[in-house]
């Protein structure tokens, strides 16, 4: 059982290219989450979905788009990137319990490093 | 907007003592509470969930509390060892998924 899977774990990106950060999952979870982590601090949430065709924003939106086409996929589209996009990146996902949320599991990260 | 806060200083205490973490959170009623370990260079990994008629609730040496009066989760590791040296993060899970930013534990020999 691999849980979530990010691709890939380390990139560098130009100033202005564009790239998409890859999460999938395979525990048939309805919700899925993106997030970033910058050095010390908290994990601020960009985008989520709580089922296949439904994204909304977190905390971060911009400068980044989602798509939710199946259950199991949830990539993560930088269009322009800039150096303030440069962070840790993580997908996760958790099932519902009810009206709860049950735990989230995480992927291994993203490094992402614009210059 | 709501709001989740804890400590942001780093928490040192000496092996066998026991930590005591704090999250306080604001414009929110949430049904429960989840706690998780981060390690360096890895994600999140959920270790308790509470809930609100919950009190207090236990996992091995981990104890959590919840006081929706006065808004805050209380995170206990007792008898502590340098294997709990990690940040500690809790959440508010709703249609979104919110973090506050962590506490630095440190445990010494």
């Known amino acids: 059982n691999a849980g979530v899977t990010q691709t890939p774990k380390f990139r560098i990106l130009k100033i202005g290219q564009s790239m998409t950060l890859q999460c999938t999952q395979d525990?048939?979870?309805?919700?899925m989450y993106w997030y970033r982590q910058d050095p010390g601090m908290g994990l601020k949430l960009i985008y989520y979905?709580?089922?296949?065709?439904?994204?909304d924003k977190g905390e971060v939106p911009n400068g980044y788009n989602v798509s939710r086409s199946t259950t199991e996929d949830f990539p993560l589209r930088l269009e322009l990137a800039a150096p303030s996009q440069t962070s840790v990146y993580f997908c996760?996902?958790?099932?519902?319990?009810?009206?709860?949320?049950?735990?989230?599991?995480f992927g291994q990260g993203t490094r992402l490093t614009v210059v | 907007s709501q709001k989740i806060e804890q400590n942001s200083e780093a928490l040192n205490i000496q092996e066998g003592k026991t930590a005591t973490l704090t999250c306080n959170y604001t414009?929110?009623?949430?049904?429960?509470l989840q706690w998780y370990r981060q390690d360096p260079g890895r994600g999140p990994v959920f270790l308790l969930l509470?809930?609100?008629?919950?009190k207090e609730k236990r996992k091995e040496r981990l104890k959590v509390t919840f006081d929706t009066t006065l808004k805050q989760s209380l995170f206990h590791i007792t008898a502590s060892q340098p294997a709990d040296s990690a940040t500690y993060l809790c959440?508010?899970?709703?249609?979104?998924?919110?973090f506050g930013q962590g506490t630095e534990l440190s445990v010494k020999p």
């Open positions: 509470i809930r609100e008629n919950e």
């Open positions: 525990m048939n979870h309805n919700y």
């Open positions: 996760a996902s958790s099932a519902t319990s009810g009206q709860l949320n049950t735990e989230a599991f």
């Open positions: 979905s709580v089922g296949a065709g439904i994204t």
């Open positions: 959440a508010l899970p709703a249609r979104k998924l919110i």
């Open positions: 414009n929110y009623s949430p049904a429960y």
